[in-house]
Antibody, heavy 121, light 110 residues
Framework: EVQLLESGGGLVQPGGSLRLSCAAS????????MGWVRQAPGKGLEWVSS????????YYAESVKGRFTISRDTSKNTLYLQMDSLRAEDTAVYYC??????????????WGQGTMVTVSS | QSVLTQPPSVSAAPGQKVTISCSGN????????VSWYQQVPGAAPRLLIY???KRPSGIPDRFSGSKSGASATLGITGLQTGDEADYYC???????????FGGGTKLTVL
């Protein structure tokens, strides 16, 4: 069964850091692009970042560029999102999602259950 | 303000048909594949349609997708109360080098 399991969310003060993890199973992790999508309370989906499996290129939304870093460890089948300089507006449920191999041919076909990040003093 | 434009809400009676529109431009929908997602309250999104009009296994053929120019449409026939959810369109944007989503459409089955 294809599965994604996020962890690492929690409460953090403004300016603080968190690292989210997404453990993948049931598919060849190194073949597919992966992404992070977030959803603030009561709001819609917002794409955060993607990692291209083919080129290892990384992509970021303007709202997180320079503060967040996406990476992966293929030996552990795990995707990461390092979040620094966190702001109140980063408060959201963060979903890990599996994409198609070619990142411009986007379709998130598998989603994790999400992990909540709350930025507050 | 979302890059892709969707109506905030639509409604129809059980058994009826509804369509949800998604409008973009030449940087996104017009030149890339469109996907549609369903999100019921409290759950993660689920892929309904990819490549404009293809359904993943397990998605009933009551759900359909189409694209024309810079706009895409999700159609749902034989509406059921279980279809009440938020629906999002998404695609790649060549100018932004980013995945973009619509603002979401809340479907109410009256």
């Amino acid at each position: 069964e294809v599965q994604l399991l996020e962890s690492g969310g929690g409460l953090v003060q403004p300016g603080g850091s968190l690292r989210l993890s997404c453990a993948a199973s049931g598919f060849t992790f190194s073949n597919d692009a992966m992404g992070w999508v977030r959803q603030a309370p009561g709001k819609g989906l917002e794409w955060v970042s993607s990692f291209s499996a083919l080129s290892s290129n990384t992509y970021y939304a303007e709202s997180v560029k320079g503060r967040f870093t996406i990476s992966r460890d293929t030996s552990k089948n795990t995707l990461y999102l390092q979040m620094d300089s966190l702001r109140a507006e980063d408060t959201a449920v963060y979903y890990c999602a599996k994409d198609f191999p070619v990142i411009t041919h986007n379709a998130f076909d598998v989603w994790g259950q999400g992990t909540m990040v709350t930025v507050s003093s | 303000q979302s890059v892709l434009t969707q109506p905030p809400s639509v409604s129809a009676a059980p058994g009826q048909k509804v369509t949800i529109s998604c409008s973009g431009n030449s940087s996104n929908i017009a030149n890339n594949y469109v996907s549609w997602y369903q999100q019921v309250p409290g759950a993660a999104p689920r892929l309904l349609i990819y490549d404009n009009n293809k359904r993943p296994s397990g998605i009933p053929d009551r759900f359909s997708g189409s694209k024309s120019g810079a706009s895409a449409t999700l159609g749902i026939t034989g509406l059921q109360t279980g279809d009440e959810a938020d629906y999002y369109c998404g695609t790649w944007d060549n100018s932004l080098s980013a995945v973009v989503f619509g603002g979401g459409t809340k479907l109410t089955v009256l």
